[in-house]
């Protein structure tokens, strides 16, 4: 029985969301919250994860938060233990204005907890040069951005075959671009075929799932003074 909800970005408290809805929670969008919560509803506690990101805290697409204590990304990703088949929550990436040393991290999370099962809160890419925002002029061009996309989908996936993804709002650019050309977003649809993927990765508006009693645990990638990550888990 499926228990559990993974989506990209439902509200920022996911624990209101738990408990009204009888279901636990999982989410990213909000590079700052890095947290677990706890609701009660009529039937039982129910758990809220928020998993922060993977984006480079120094990449010209992160600009726009420098200086912004209170919105200061936060590294990390996500861990659902059950005993057997664990999930890994794998956070914002952001590619290819990830942190360098975000796939390695994953990998080692995914080893130390044993997870078997891979999921992703979406912006897998970042298309900062596509952005409704104003782009940074020193940033990588769009066409250059998707070389580099692609080259690193495919390094993300010879890494993790499997994975089921919830599309976030980054990811959707090329499909809200269309729209506003008047053009039709089935035409760029197929994820896979434009980061020349296998269809092992499945994409998803939203997905229920039973986490079979799992316990959620956050994972913070900590970084040293030069800004890479200290290796451990």
């Not at 590294?75 to 059950?82: A, K």
């Not at 010879?158 to 993804?165: A, D, H, L, N, V």
Request: proline share 3%; charged share 20%.
């Amino acid at each position: 029985m499926s228990d559990t909800l993974l989506v990209h970005s439902i509200s920022m408290s996911t624990k209101n969301n738990s408990a009204k809805f009888s279901h636990n929670s999982i989410q990213g969008h909000y590079h700052s919250n890095f947290e677990l919560a706890y609701a009660a509803d009529a039937n039982q506690i129910r758990w809220s994860m928020t998993v922060g990101c993977l984006m480079d805290g120094h990449s010209v697409a992160a600009r726009y938060g420098a200086g912004m204590i209170l919105k200061k990304a936060i590294n990390g990703c996500g861990v659902i233990d059950n005993g057997g088949n664990n999930f890994l929550v794998i956070s914002d990436l952001h590619i290819p204005y990830h942190h360098p040393d975000s796939f390695d991290f994953l990998e080692a999370v995914a080893d130390t907890y044993n997870c078997k099962t891979y999921l992703n809160v979406g912006d897998v890419i970042d298309h900062h040069a596509g952005s409704y925002h104003e782009s940074e002029p020193d940033a990588l061009s769009a066409e250059e951005e998707y070389e580099q996309s692609i080259m690193y989908c495919q390094d993300l996936q010879s890494r993790f075959p499997k994975m089921i993804i919830t599309e976030g709002n980054h990811d959707k650019i090329p499909k809200r671009k269309l729209k506003t050309c008047g053009l039709s977003a089935s035409m760029v649809h197929d994820y896979n075929k434009m980061y020349y993927l296998k269809d092992s990765w499945e994409w998803k508006d939203r997905h229920f799932f039973d986490s079979k009693g799992g316990s959620p645990i956050l994972v913070p990638m900590v970084l040293n003074k030069k800004g890479r990550w200290n290796g451990r888990v």
